[in-house]
C-alpha cells in the first residue's frame, strides 16, 4: 500500500473485502495473515482492526 494513510485505506479494504465474502465472518482474523495478505506491517492491521471494533460498538 502506497497511500499516505495505509492503516485507513486497509480498514476500508477489510470492510470491502468481508461485504464481498473474501475474508471469513465466523472466526478471527490472524493479525499476521491479513498483514502477509495486504503486504503491510501488523501496525495498520491493529488500527484499521480497532477502528472496526469502535464503529461496531456505536452502531
Do not use: F
Not at 8 to 15: A, M
Amino acid at each position: 500500500m502506497t497511500d499516505k494513510q495505509p492503516a485507513e485505506t486497509l480498514y476500508h479494504q477489510l470492510k470491502q473485502d468481508i461485504r464481498d465474502n473474501k475474508l471469513p465472518v465466523a472466526r478471527p482474523l490472524k493479525q499476521e495473515q491479513l498483514a502477509a495478505k495486504y503486504g503491510v506491517s501488523r501496525i495498520p492491521i491493529r488500527t484499521g482492526q480497532s477502528q472496526s471494533h469502535i464503529e461496531t460498538a456505536h452502531q
